[in-house]
């Protein structure tokens, strides 16, 4: 009896045009396909924020994942393939959460010789550098590619034409009289004690805005 051949792995790693080493499909892989799990270290972000304190702050590169709000996964120690898997702005792939574990999955059919990508979509930060986007380019080449690595910044509201003609009305000099001086005097105190209790409120915020970026599950730039 003849055995049956094995068949071929589903992807190899080599070098990538997009950025350093890649994962390539070996074979064709069907929409659907969970084609590998992310591993590596499990630990929290106090520690995955200690082990690399002392990175460059123009490093892009990054092999840590979140999966919650406690644990990330270090793919650089313990890790496999899937930590070569790059970012791609129109990807073929995508990260999905099963009981805390990280897979990569087919989100169409890939052809033999075609790059594996998902969309990183790295939180942004209140603390992050003015040259970020430039620090997590995207060299992906898409299309539509937005330009990083980063998730797209929110686009400023437009504020009604009435409403912006009533500001700047608001802001027109006028001439105050002494009682007004003293009454507005007396409302500035009040504001600037008002103004360091929103303050503090919004630093606190920022904090709880931060924890919340930690729990969702995705890439993690530092």
Request: charge should be positive; charged fraction near 35%; glycine fraction near 8%.
């Amino acid at each position: 009896m003849k055995k049956r051949a094995s068949r071929p792995p589903l992807f190899e790693v080599r070098h990538s045009p997009i950025h350093g080493y890649g994962v390539f499909a070996a074979r064709r892989i069907r929409k659907g396909t969970t084609v590998i799990e992310y591993l590596g270290d499990r630990v929290s972000h106090d520690e995955a924020d200690a082990r690399y304190e002392d990175k460059d702050a123009n490093d892009n590169h990054t092999f840590l994942f979140t999966v919650d709000s406690k644990t990330v996964i270090d793919g650089g120690v313990g890790g496999n393939e899937a930590r070569y898997i790059n970012h791609g702005c129109d990807p073929n792939c995508t990260s999905t959460t099963q009981n805390k574990r990280i897979y990569v999955e087919a989100i169409r059919t890939i052809q033999p010789g075609e790059e594996l990508a998902y969309d990183y979509q790295i939180e942004r930060d209140a603390d992050d550098p003015p040259n970020v986007d430039e620090i997590f380019a995207c060299r992906c080449g898409a299309a539509k590619c937005r330009g990083s690595m980063l998730v797209a910044r929110r686009k400023p509201r437009k504020r009604p034409a009435a409403k912006a003609a009533a500001k700047a009305a608001a802001k027109r000099p006028v001439r105050k009289t002494t009682e007004k001086k003293a009454r507005e005097t007396a409302g500035k105190a009040v504001r600037n004690r008002a103004g360091r209790a929103d303050w503090k409120s919004k630093k606190t915020g920022r904090q709880a805005a931060r924890a919340t970026r930690r729990a969702l599950p995705g890439r993690r730039g530092r």
